[in-house]
């Protein structure tokens, strides 16, 4: 378990232990009507290419500039299971064309946001 300090509240922290863990695997899980985080960003790069937003080169270079933002985005290992979850749907799970337009499953990195004078971008300026 860990303590974390409650924001504007100096003298008061919470303990947080199996909550570290079950609130973001809600994120990965495919429910009817309900896809997962990884789920949503490979249907993303299948619609992008079906209605011909992006070439072959356009969606490879989207999955490879996957970056995630928010308060979700600082969940300890969040980056690397949704790069690893991604690889799997692109392998596995994903449409025969966006499969073709891939060199490789592989190919798809989930990112940490770019950094600005303040800290890091969490929003497009």
């Known amino acids: 378990s860990v303590r974390v300090q409650l924001p504007d509240e100096e003298d008061e922290s ?3 232990a199996e909550e ?13 009507g309900q896809p997962s985080l990884p789920m949503l960003i490979v249907r993303c790069a299948e619609q992008a290419l079906a209605t011909s ?7 490879r270079s989207l ?4 970056v995630l933002v928010g308060g979700a985005a600082d ?3 969040i980056r690397p299971r949704t790069e ?17 337009a891939l060199a490789c499953p592989d190919d798809a990195f989930v990112l940490n ?4 004078d303040a800290g890091p971008l969490a929003t497009p300026r």
């Open 63 to 66: 999955l490879r500039q996957v």
């Open 84 to 100: 690893y979850e991604i690889r799997f749907l692109l392998r596995e799970v994903c449409t025969d064309r966006l499969r073709s």
């Open 75 to 77: 969940f300890p290992g």
């Open 113 to 116: 946001p770019p950094l600005g």
């Open 14 to 16: 919470i303990e947080l």
């Open 20 to 32: 570290r863990i079950l609130v973001p695997e809600e994120l990965f899980v495919n429910a009817p």
């Open 53 to 59: 937003r992006c070439d072959e080169e356009g969606v």
